[in-house]
């Protein structure tokens, strides 16, 4: 991914379809900072490679690079404001597009009978995005890296002067990845296996590495190469256009996880999940009038969800329950459940409880399997603890 001296001379000559240019474009983009004091972080870096062009954009704290097949007339590289780039080729017309560069780096783009000069910088200026040694490393499918992403980004934190919770914990032990992610009043966990590792490492990934990274992973099949160092990490996608994603890791210590989930439970229940998600919805609509409290009590073989409002009403809703232990009254944040109950897939899950004061569990029920083969086991790979609210 780094470039050498040689490639960044300014004397490129290429062409490629605007489609493809457009997208890689698009993609390295949301790396560009838009409030940095130094003016080239606001360019993209496209150098030549091998019947290729390069595209590389940095803000110094999250990098994506990418290629593209292109006809490379004469070996070089260049930078263009990406805003302005981005605008030109997203209205030219469907042909190739014919790029080249200046020794005063003012970059030509020619499509058709369109022909387009863009003042740019000096691309041996442009920082090269670091070298993340693979000492240790792991793949892992994307799919399941996506739906990593996805059941724990929700409870990162925004609270900035607490810099160590704006970040996904990554714990990796050389055979199993856990994801970790608090903001003080929710967490949630979720596991899997890995393949190919080398080496141990836990590390905390920012959410904004791991928004970009969700948003540009897929469903369809392929392995996710990530790769680890004391203080980066890299992640390599899959497909012939070579994504590469690297951020910066956020120094510090993440707090003791474990300790925050209850060892043990006194009450279960066993709940549907659409039918839950779509109650506490509904009940949302009054209860973020009073500071989204949704209040959740058993009666018999019904849960009941209630919440008021002096500004509002009040909201009633049952749902069907199977319970292990006492009767149940406690408050969740009705934001907070429907967040974790957005990502669960499976049909049922359970909500593990103590006391009305102490947090609750929620973990899913494993689907039982489709090719009707062994029994599934009782618990999914995944948990959220929530913290509960004042009954009032």
Known sequence: MVASATDLRASLKADCPRKALFEAVQTVGHAVSGRSSLPILSHILLQSEDNALRLIATDLELGISCRIPANIEEGGALTAPARTLTE????????????????????????????????GLPAEEYPKLPEVKD????????????????????????DETRPILTGILMVFDGETLKFVSTDTHRLAVKTATVKDARGSQNAIVPARAMNELTRLLTDSEGD????????????????????????????????????????????KLTIPTQPLLRAVRRASI????????????????KLVLTAESQMVGNAYEEVEVAREGDDVEIAFNAK???????????????????????????????????????????????????MPMQIV
């Open 224 to 267: 996710v190469q990530v790769t680890l160092s004391s203080n980066q990490v890299c992640f390599a996608l899959p497909g012939e256009d070579d994504v590469q994603i690297v951020s910066r890791l956020i120094e510090g210590q993440f707090p003791n996880y474990q300790r925050v989930i209850p060892a043990e439970f006194h009450k």
């Open 88 to 119: 030109v080729l997203a209205n030219l017309p469907e042909s190739d597009v014919a790029l080249s560069v200046d020794k005063s780096h003012t970059v030509r783009v020619h499509c058709d009978r369109s022909d387009y000069k863009i003042l």
């Open 135 to 158: 000492a240790v490393a792991f793949s892992i499918p994307q799919a399941r890296l996506k739906e990593m992403i996805r059941h724990t980004l929700f409870a990162v934190s925004t």
């Open 286 to 301: 009054v209860a973020r009038e009073n500071a989204n409290r949704v209040i959740l009590r058993t009666e018999e073989d």
């Open 336 to 386: 907070y459940l429907l967040d974790v109950l957005s990502v669960i897939e499976e049909e049922l899950l359970h909500l593990e409880l103590t006391e009305p004061l102490k947090p609750g569990v929620l973990r899913p029920v494993a689907n039982p399997p489709k090719d009707g083969g062994e029994d599934s086991p009782l618990t999914s790979d995944y948990l959220c603890v929530l």
